[in-house]
């Protein structure tokens, strides 16, 4: 079954999935804030709308893919200044909303909350996996929303993802993403800390690596973000502003209900002093270049010139 499908937000993990939906045969609205993001969209096929607005008056699913929770409530709701037709001003009733962003849980629920009063199903739905997993429609999708909703959006999700799990009701996925995010970054740090430890101590840390990657001390993070490390390879996957601005979220999240992650709160502080370095635009695997500057080592970016 085909479904009339819209996509908000054409960047570096919306425009592949975009085009995973329109290459399974879906109609396809779609909108960006950059005109030059749509070009590929356009090449296959899909229609390209003059707000959100109008891509929801198309769509029976409208799904987003934006940076923050501000975007999110801007096309979704109009909040802000703008003078963009936000997507409750064109969505039909009984249609749905799918936001992919990551945004903090309890302003999914508020945006949730504001739709169904117009009679507009959510589900909000983060995911996992970087741009090649949005590539090769093979991310993780972490839902939360009625489960009669999630059913109705599950094939759509099987075009953009492997591991899909309804995780509750709404809010819920972001609950799951900002609790990945707390894994992903303890990771990051930690195979940070242990490959700047084989370097001060005159061991090869590719070796080290790979024998690790034979134990239980193996993961994906070690694995991939490892050898971005000792390539010196931090051209993004995953941009270190956007895991800096999830974290934030984690750590607001945990201010409303009172509860300690100083794990979490640290790992914070090592991707500030990667962005306020000029650095957010790399992946948040040069969160080890951030260690490796605060024990001493070479502080030039390995992209620049000294």
Request: include cysteine; glycine fraction near 12%; charged fraction near 20%.
């Amino acid at each position: 079954m085909t479904l009339s499908v819209g996509f908000i937000g054409l960047g570096i993990m919306g425009r592949p999935m975009a085009l995973n939906l329109r290459r399974a045969g879906h109609a396809l609205a779609v909108w960006a804030r950059r005109p030059e993001a749509t070009a590929a969209l356009t090449e296959a096929g899909a229609e390209v709308c003059a707000s959100p607005a109008a891509v929801a008056a198309r769509s029976e699913v409208c799904f987003t893919m934006v940076a923050d929770t501000e975007d999110v409530e801007q096309v979704l709701l109009g909040t802000g200044d703008s003078g963009m037709e936000p997507v409750i001003a064109g969505a039909q009733p009984g249609s749905v909303v799918v936001d992919m962003s990551t945004i903090a849980p309890s302003a999914a629920r508020r945006i949730a909350e504001r739709l169904a009063s117009a009679g507009i199903e959510m589900l909000d739905a983060p995911v996992s996996g970087g741009e090649q997993g949005a590539i090769d429609g093979t991310l993780s999708i972490m839902v939360g929303g009625p489960a009669s909703t999630f059913a109705r959006v599950q094939p759509l999700f099987e075009r953009m993802g492997r591991h899909i799990v309804h995780v509750g009701d709404q809010g819920a996925g972001q609950v799951c993403k900002a609790c990945n995010q707390v894994l992903v970054g303890h990771t990051i740090a930690g195979v940070a800390e242990a490959l700047l430890l084989a370097e001060a101590s005159g061991v090869d840390g590719a070796k080290v690596r790979e024998a690790l990657l034979g134990g239980f001390a193996n993961s994906r993070i070690l694995e991939v973000h490892g050898k971005r490390m000792l390539d010196g390879d931090f051209a993004p996957g995953f941009k270190a502003r956007l895991h800096q601005k999830d974290l934030r979220i984690v750590l607001e999240a945990a201010n409303e209900l009172g509860l300690a992650l100083p794990g979490a709160a640290q790992v914070q502080q090592g991707l500030n002093a990667l962005v306020g370095q000029g650095d957010g635009e790399l992946d948040s695997a040069a969160l080890y270049q951030v260690l490796k500057r605060l024990n001493g080592g070479d502080s030039t970016h390995p992209d620049r010139d000294p």
